[in-house]
Nanobody, 113 residues
Framework: QVKFVESGGGLVNPGESLILSCATS????????MGWYRQHPGLLPELVAG???????RYANSVKGRFTISRDNTKNTVSLQMNNLKSEDTAVYYC???????WGQGTQVTVSS
């Protein structure tokens, strides 16, 4: 079973940046399609950025041009660079397989002045 540990969340002002990191364990990371998801209160998690095992990426329209997903297959990690953050980006962020399976603890991102 693949496990995920997310980190890097916090409280920032609108327009600022954050980098989220996800450490994975179990399985063969380099073969997995990975994604960053976020969950707003009362809603199901949604995919905001995905990266295939071969490196192709895709983004939700709401974050396109502001977020960048990357992976390091030597360290079994996946990251999410988030720029020009907006209040609507406030959510709990999770990394997971794409499509998702078991969920980690997530990391809270709060964008507020």
């Amino acid at each position: 079973q693949v496990k995920f540990v997310e980190s890097g969340g916090g409280l920032v002002n609108p327009g600022e940046s954050l980098i989220l990191s996800c450490a994975t364990s179990g399985g063969l990371f380099s073969t997995y399609d990975m994604g960053w998801y976020r969950q707003h209160p009362g809603l199901l998690p949604e995919l905001v950025a995905g990266i295939r095992s071969g490196g192709n990426t895709r983004y939700a329209n709401s974050v396109k041009g502001r977020f960048t997903i990357s992976r390091d297959n030597t360290k079994n990690t996946v990251s999410l660079q988030m720029n020009n953050l907006k209040s609507e980006d406030t959510a709990v962020y999770y990394c997971n397989l794409d499509p998702p399976r078991n969920w980690g603890q997530g990391t809270q991102v709060t964008v507020s002045s």
